[in-house]
């Protein structure tokens, strides 16, 4: 008896186009997650030495300075987790397109919902720093 | 003997396409895409309000217009795509709400998977420029 595929009712059923889509998304969130991840993981080595390196004049300048220095690892480090979420939720899509159970349609979303809070929190965080911007011009 | 007749009229319903049809997912799946679907739409918002506000602060030449109209094109289809998903949230029309979501948010990681794609080969060759230079 195979085992390895959900009884039917189990599955969700989607026609061709939507699983078309599904596998074409899931291919581009793997290549975008992948490329996301090299980069922050590449920032995130070079902040971080530069701050290592700096740390003696970063808390010279007080803690709070210092703490403010930081948040560009902060935001790189936030765009990392995104990248292996991005990446994490492609491969559920796959699954998905593989299986059709609705399990991997539970694991996909809850991988996108973490990726689109980062993108909630750094877009909240450039909207204030627009805000500033055009607060300082007037 | 059987109610079948193999020369009945096709049916106009029969070959209709499956619009309508609503998937079997638990609740707390529901409110999974709902909630993703709402923090979607907020981020959206956020990124749309932070680029109108850089156009009338920055300025830009040519390029930076072409890049920021570029990169706005992102969030609108961040917020296409949770709205469309939002419709997942009571059962209904869930096929064609997953198949509208999908292929905004297709479109998202593409143009974005694209831009950083880019900017991988544009650092790559200019680390090699600087080696050979």
């Given at each position: 008896?195979?085992?390895?595929?959900?009884?039917?009712?189990?599955?969700?059923?989607?026609?061709?186009?939507?699983?078309?889509?599904?596998?074409?998304?899931?291919?581009?969130?793997?290549?975008?997650?992948?490329?996301?991840?090299?980069?922050?993981?590449?920032?995130?080595?070079?902040?971080g030495l530069s701050a290592a390196c700096g740390l003696t004049t970063m808390l010279s300048l007080g803690l709070v300075a210092?703490?403010?220095?930081?948040?560009?690892?902060?935001?790189?480090?936030?765009?990392?987790?995104?990248?292996?979420?991005?990446?994490?939720?492609?491969?559920?899509?796959?699954?998905?397109?593989?299986?059709?159970?609705?399990?991997?349609?539970?694991?996909?979303?809850?991988?996108?919902?973490?990726?689109?809070?980062?993108?909630?929190?750094?877009?909240?965080?450039?909207?204030?720093?627009?805000?500033?911007?055009?607060?300082?011009?007037? | 003997?059987?109610?079948?007749?193999?020369?009945?009229?096709?049916?106009?319903?029969?070959?209709?396409?499956?619009?309508?049809?609503?998937?079997?997912?638990?609740?707390?799946?529901?409110?999974?895409?709902?909630?993703?679907?709402?923090?979607?739409?907020?981020?959206?918002?956020?990124?749309?309000?932070?680029?109108?506000?850089?156009?009338?602060?920055?300025?830009?030449?040519?390029?930076?217009?072409?890049?920021?109209?570029?990169?706005?094109?992102?969030?609108?289809?961040?917020?296409?795509?949770?709205?469309?998903?939002?419709?997942?949230?009571?059962?209904?029309?869930?096929?064609?709400?997953?198949?509208?979501?999908?292929?905004?948010?297709?479109?998202?990681?593409?143009?974005?998977?694209?831009?950083?794609?880019?900017?991988?080969?544009?650092?790559?060759?200019?680390?090699?420029?600087?080696?050979?230079?």
């Amino acid at each position: 008896m195979d085992n390895s595929s959900p009884p039917y009712e189990q599955t969700l059923g989607l026609d061709h186009e939507t699983l078309g889509v599904a596998d074409k998304l899931g291919r581009w969130l793997r290549i975008t997650g992948s490329i996301q991840l090299a980069l922050a993981g590449l920032a995130i080595l070079f902040f971080g030495l530069s701050a290592a390196c700096g740390l003696t004049t970063m808390l010279s300048l007080g803690l709070v300075a210092a703490l403010l220095m930081l948040i560009p690892l902060l935001i790189i480090g936030g765009y990392l987790l995104q990248g292996l979420r991005i990446q994490a939720a492609g491969e559920q899509f796959a699954n998905l397109v593989d299986e059709q159970h609705p399990d991997y349609l539970e694991l996909a979303f809850g991988r996108l919902h973490t990726v689109f809070v980062i993108e909630l929190v750094i877009g909240g965080f450039w909207l204030l720093e627009s805000l500033l911007e055009l607060g300082g011009q007037k | 003997m059987s109610d079948f007749n193999p020369y009945s009229a096709p049916s106009a319903a029969a070959d209709a396409p499956a619009l309508g049809r609503s998937f079997e997912l638990s609740d707390e799946v529901r409110r999974l895409v709902a909630r993703t679907s709402m923090v979607m739409i907020i981020a959206a918002s956020l990124q749309l309000a932070s680029r109108v506000i850089d156009l009338f602060t920055t300025e830009f030449d040519e390029f930076d217009v072409a890049l920021t109209a570029l990169l706005g094109v992102v969030p609108v289809f961040i917020l296409l795509a949770g709205a469309a998903l939002r419709r997942m949230a009571t059962p209904g029309d869930d096929q064609n709400a997953l198949l509208t979501g999908l292929r905004r948010l297709h479109v998202v990681f593409f143009i974005k998977g694209l831009i950083l794609l880019l900017l991988m080969i544009g650092s790559c060759l200019t680390v090699l420029w600087t080696f050979l230079a």
